[in-house]
T-cell receptor
């Protein structure tokens, strides 16, 4: 069974702090996506990374795809309360279904 | 309406009831999905429809019955559910031609409680 493990499971920090969320697997993926889900809503796509070693930036969020395309990280600089939510990574293998990670629940306090 | 919409947003039903969840996508996509999201479990894919044909049924019990009358609409018919079926049911859509990346757009979900 393909599994995407995310760590940490829960993260509670204050505004202004930096954080990193990890997404790890023993499987190789052709692409990897990150989603954010806020309470009462569905996941919203943040970014897709497709090349090993690729780094993408979205304002204060930096996404990296591992060289071997088995893992990814999400780094948030100077977290804000609006960053609060459930962060999900999801791996795709060609045209196969998406495999979703276990999720990281982030709470940012003012 | 824009994006992916789902109705109802909340549903409480007894184990003997029959109800349906509705999903509509306004993105011009041609693939639609049903997922189940339970506490402490990763998102579970239930069904995939591509070009209105079911291409995946992920070992889902027969008490869940999907229907895709056209590329914009997806239903999930529910009957004789169990309390453990209580969860957030999410609908998503994507563009078949871009399945290499399989980027999916989700609706807000239906929070289902089975008593």
């Amino acid at each position: 069974t393909q599994l995407l493990e995310q760590s940490p499971q829960f993260l509670s920090i204050q505004e202004g702090e930096n954080l990193t969320v990890y997404c790890n697997s023993s499987s190789v993926f052709s692409s990897l996506q990150w989603y954010r889900q806020e309470p009462g809503e569905g996941p919203v796509l943040l970014v897709t990374v497709v090349t090993g070693g690729e780094v993408k930036k979205l304002k204060r969020l930096t996404f990296q795809f591992g060289d071997a395309r088995k893992d990814s990280s999400l780094h948030i600089t100077a977290a804000q309360t609006g960053d609060t939510g459930l962060y999900l990574c999801a791996g795709a293998r060609g045209t196969d279904k998406l495999i979703f990670g276990t999720g990281t629940r982030l709470q940012v306090f003012p | 309406e824009t994006g992916v919409t789902q109705t109802p947003r909340h549903l409480v039903m007894g184990m003997t009831n029959k109800k349906s969840l509705k999903c509509e996508q306004h993105l011009g996509h041609n693939a639609m999905y049903w997922y189940k999201q339970s506490a402490k479990k990763p998102l579970e894919l239930m069904f995939v429809y591509s070009l209105e044909e079911r291409v995946e049924n992920n070992s889902v019990p027969s008490r869940f019955s999907p229907e895709c009358p056209n590329s914009s609409h997806l239903f999930l018919h529910l009957h004789t559910l169990q309390p453990e079926d209580s969860a957030l049911y999410l609908c998503a859509s994507s563009q078949e031609a871009q399945r290499r990346y399989n980027e999916q757009f989700f609706g807000p979900g239906t929070r289902l409680t089975v008593l």
